[in-house]
């Protein structure tokens, strides 16, 4: 009796190469992305503004209303209250 092989049941070598290759090209991706971020976070300074009003014990996220960012904000992030200045 012979044994029918699955679609998607690679074994061997293709398999281990085709593995690998995709191993690698997330690894290149991800990499990539997290070069460019910080490229792009690197070129940004901030500042603290009335410190002395920054509460130790408080809300979360409350203080971050004190922080100025100089430069373009670096991906999608909604949730901080970060204030932004070109």
Request: glycine content about 10%.
């Amino acid at each position: 009796m012979e044994k029918q092989g699955s679609a998607f049941g690679i074994n061997g070598i293709a398999g281990m190469l085709i593995a690998t290759v995709l191993l690698l090209s997330i690894l290149a991706g991800l990499t990539t992305a997290a070069i460019i971020t910080q490229q792009a976070t690197a070129q940004q300074s901030y500042e603290v503004k009335d410190p002395l009003s920054i509460q130790r014990i408080g809300p979360d996220l409350a203080n971050e209303t004190h922080v100025v960012i100089h430069g373009a904000p670096v991906g999608g992030d909604t949730l901080h209250k970060y204030q932004f200045e070109q």
